[in-house]
């Protein structure tokens, strides 16, 4: 069974500090590699994702950090904020072309004011 | 991005009874999903929703326990069959747009 492994499972961060969360997948698929912030009593929300073609992406205070060859991937929060406080998962493709992601355990934030 | 509304958004059921879960995106999209998330814990694919055909399952999943149908491209539903406590969980639709994959807001199922 494909796993994607992320870590930590717990992270707390003061206000403005960064905050690193990582994951690591198995399979060769090539696609998409999105991140997710989940709010309890919220469906996951897409925040930022990454094509496997570019080793970076940055979207305001978040970037994705992508490395093919370790088959590995990143999310950077900097400057982390109060309101940043959530559950956040990694996903990696099952198979290209599929739309099947497999997801991490997921990472709980918190940001302490 | 595509949005996605699913009914109910909650509902208590007795074992044994079985549930309905709508899911409606606002634009038409190739590819929608069905995923379960016990709380606190991570997403579990059950299946693929396919237009015009039957839905693909993936290992654990059945199609007597979990029917779906996707009749165009913009709905779908999930039928969660002869239910049982172990099927508590938050059940969540997904669309997938270019390359980007959107969730709905979930339904938190509770069976009694």
């Known amino acids: 069974q494909q796993q994607v492994k992320q870590s930590p499972q717990s992270l707390i961060v003061q206000k403005g500090g960064i905050s690193i969360i990582n994951c690591a997948y198995e399979?060769?698929?090539?696609?998409?590699f999105p991140w997710y912030q989940q709010f309890p009593g919220k469906g996951p929300a897409l925040l930022i994702a990454?094509?496997?073609?570019?080793s970076e992406k940055k979207e305001g205070r978040f970037t994705i950090s992508f490395n093919k060859s370790a088959k590995q991937f990143s999310l950077h929060i900097m400057d982390s904020q109060p309101g940043d406080s959530a559950t956040y998962f990694c996903?990696?493709?099952?198979?290209?072309?599929?739309?099947?992601?497999?997801f991490g355990q997921g990472t709980t934030l918190q940001v302490k004011p | 991005s595509a949005v996605i509304s699913q009914k109910p958004s909650r509902d208590i059921c007795q074992r044994g009874t079985s549930l309905t879960i709508q899911c409606q995106v606002d634009?038409?999209?190739?590819?929608m999903f069905w995923y379960r998330q016990q709380p606190g814990q991570s997403l579990t694919l059950i299946a693929t929703?396919?237009?015009?055909?039957?839905?693909?399952?993936e290992s654990g999943f059945v199609i007597d326990k979990f029917p779906i149908s996707r009749p165009n491209l913009t709905f779908s539903t999930l039928t969660v069959s002869n239910m049982s406590p172990e099927d508590s969980s938050i059940y969540l639709c997904?669309?997938?747009?270019?390359?980007?994959?959107?969730f709905g807001p979930g339904t938190r199922l509770t069976v009694t």
């Open positions: 399979n060769t698929a090539f696609d998409y």
């Open positions: 996903a990696a493709p099952a198979l290209s072309n599929t739309g099947k992601l497999i």
């Open positions: 997904s669309a997938r747009q270019s390359y980007e994959q959107y």
């Open positions: 929703a396919n237009q015009g055909s039957e839905a693909t399952y």
């Open positions: 990454i094509r496997p073609d570019v």
């Open positions: 634009s038409q999209v190739t590819m």
